[in-house]
C-alpha cells in the first residue's frame, strides 16, 4: 500500500535554530501533501496545505515566514520551523493522496519536536 | 467551515465490553468521513472510510461506523473491545468539492480497555 515517510522522528534543537521535517511519499505521486501539527491532549490541526510547484496555503493563524513549505517534487515537501522557540514544541505529521481517484490520506510516523 | 465534535475525550471498558464512540460534523453539504486510530507509539492509521453507499461501513480490526447523515453524525462501534484496542481514535471530515484532502479533526478519544 501507499506509504509516506517523515523524517526525522525525532529532533530536540536549541532556541534560535531552525528545524527542517522532510515528508516522502514513496511508492505514488502526491501534488498535494498536508501538514499537521498534535498539541499535547488535542487533537490534529492542519496547518497547511503543500501544493507541489506552487505556494503552500496556510491555515488562519498559522505563521507563513516561520513555517515553511516546500513541495519541490511530486514525492517530496519538506517543513521548517525557523527560529524555533519551545512554544513550537510540538508533534508534526504530514499526510498524503494518491493523485486521482478518491482514496483517502496516507500519514507518515510523525516528527516529535522538543526546543530547549 | 466545517467542525468535527467527538463527544468522549477519555472512555475506559473491559474487555468484551462494547464500545461506541460519538462523533458529529457540521456540514451541510457532502462530506468525506473518515475514523483514524493512533495506537500508542505509533502513527496515525486508517480505520475506516465513508465516501458513498452503504452508511454502514465496516473497517479493520472489528470496527464498523455508521453514517446517518440527518444527525450529522458517523460514529464508531465495536460489539466486542480488547487489550489491544487501546488507543486514541480520531473522527475526521472533508468537505465535498475543491477542498477535498482537507481533514476537519475531532479532539479524539482515548480508549483505555482494562484485560
Known amino acids: 500500500g501507499a506509504v509516506v515517510s517523515q523524517h526525522p522522528s525525532r529532533v530536540i534543537c536549541k532556541s534560535g535554530t531552525s528545524v527542517k521535517i522532510e515528508c516522502r511519499s514513496l511508492?505514488?505521486?502526491?501534488?498535494?501533501m498536508f501538514w499537521y501539527r498534535q498539541f499535547p491532549k488535542q487533537s490534529l490541526m492542519l496547518m497547511a496545505t503543500s501544493n507541489e510547484g506552487s505556494k503552500a496555503t496556510y491555515e488562519q493563524g498559522v505563521e507563513k515566514d516561520k513555517f515553511l513549505i516546500n513541495h519541490a517534487s511530486l514525492t517530496l515537501s519538506t517543513l521548517t520551523v525557523t527560529s524555533a522557540h519551545p512554544e513550537d514544541s510540538s508533534f508534526y505529521i504530514c499526510?498524503?493522496?494518491?493523485?486521482?481517484?478518491?482514496?483517502?490520506?496516507?500519514f507518515g510516523n510523525g516528527t516529535r519536536l522538543t526546543v530547549t | 467551515a466545517q467542525s468535527v465534535s467527538q463527544h468522549n475525550h477519555h472512555v475506559i471498558l473491559s474487555e468484551a465490553a462494547s464500545l461506541e464512540l460519538g462523533c458529529n460534523y457540521s456540514?451541510?453539504?457532502?462530506?468525506?468521513l473518515f475514523w483514524y486510530v493512533q495506537y500508542p507509539g505509533q502513527h496515525l492509521q486508517l480505520l475506516l472510510k465513508?465516501?458513498?453507499?452503504?452508511?454502514l461501513v465496516k473497517g479493520i480490526k472489528g470496527f464498523e461506523a455508521e453514517f446517518i447523515k440527518s444527525k450529522f453524525s458517523f460514529n464508531l462501534r465495536k460489539p466486542s473491545v480488547q487489550w489491544s484496542d487501546t488507543a486514541e481514535y480520531f473522527c475526521?471530515?472533508?468537505?465535498?468539492?475543491?477542498?477535498?484532502?482537507?481533514?476537519?479533526f475531532g479532539q479524539g478519544t482515548i480508549l483505555t480497555v482494562h484485560p
Open positions: 465513508y465516501f458513498s453507499g452503504d452508511p
Open positions: 511508492d505514488f505521486q502526491a501534488t498535494t
Open positions: 475526521a471530515v472533508v468537505a465535498g468539492g475543491t477542498s477535498y484532502g482537507k481533514l476537519t
Open positions: 456540514y451541510g453539504g457532502t462530506v468525506n
Open positions: 499526510s498524503a493522496r494518491v493523485v486521482g481517484g478518491h482514496s483517502p490520506l496516507h
